[in-house]
T-cell receptor, first 114, second 109 residues
């Protein structure tokens, strides 16, 4: 089946630094990828829709200047958490689908901001 | 704000019993519905999807959809301890999946 890969799986950083998370579709091209965030014991909250070659579409309440999304190719989207703070500590998960098929999730990236 | 509601649980059932997980959604125009299983610290994995009213069976899993009542459920027959996880209901809204808060299921040996 289709595979979506995220990197890094976990990252610890100091408050005020920026962190980049990569999401790759390994065996299909994805013009659209989705970024979710999940706090402990809570559900997945859609942050933004990443569109290849154009600007990302952010959900209400998500700061686009803080969560920078770049979808430069059909197989790669990146999420950069800028000036990270402890409240940004969360599980970030990307997803993508080949065509109109099943949505596949990456393994997730656990961010801890000290 | 389109919503997907689930009972957060935990739902505890004995091994071999039927586990019933429920989900309601607010957008009457929603067309497709998904059940995901998520183990602690892992990403969700798709169990089933359903588009049409009625039941859809896949092995020990049955999804039930009632669009008039805006209700979708997941039944797990012969529950196993390995089924212990959080089950997430999701609704397709214009290509985006909107998730419920998940129901934690515990299957006791």
């Amino acid at each position: 089946g289709a595979v979506v890969s995220q990197h890094p799986s976990w990252v610890i950083c100091k408050s005020g630094t920026s962190v980049k998370i990569e999401c790759r579709s390994l065996d299909f091209q994805a013009t659209t990828m989705f970024w979710y965030r999940q706090f402990p014991k809570q559900s997945l909250m859609l942050m933004a829709t990443s569109n290849e070659g154009s600007k990302a579409t952010y959900e209400q309440g998500v700061e686009k200047d803080k969560f920078l999304i770049n979808h430069a190719s059909l197989t790669l989207s990146t999420l950069t958490v800028t000036s990270a703070h402890p409240e940004d500590s969360s599980f970030y998960i990307c997803s993508a689908r080949p065509g109109d098929g099943e949505l596949f999730f990456g393994e997730g990236s656990r961010l801890t901001v000290l | 704000q389109k919503e997907v509601e689930q009972n957060s649980g935990p739902l505890s059932v004995p091994e071999g019993a039927i586990a019933s997980l429920n989900c309601t959604y607010s957008d009457r125009g929603s067309q497709s519905f998904f059940w995901y299983r998520q183990y602690s610290g892992k990403s969700p994995e798709l169990i089933m999807f359903i588009y049409s009213n009625g039941d859809k069976e896949d092995g020990r899993f049955t999804a039930q959809l009632n669009k008039a009542s805006q209700y979708v459920s997941l039944l797990i027959r012969d529950s196993q301890p390995s089924d212990s996880a959080t089950y997430l209901c999701a609704v397709n809204e214009g290509g985006k999946l909107i998730f419920g808060q998940g129901t934690e299921l515990s299957v006791k040996p």
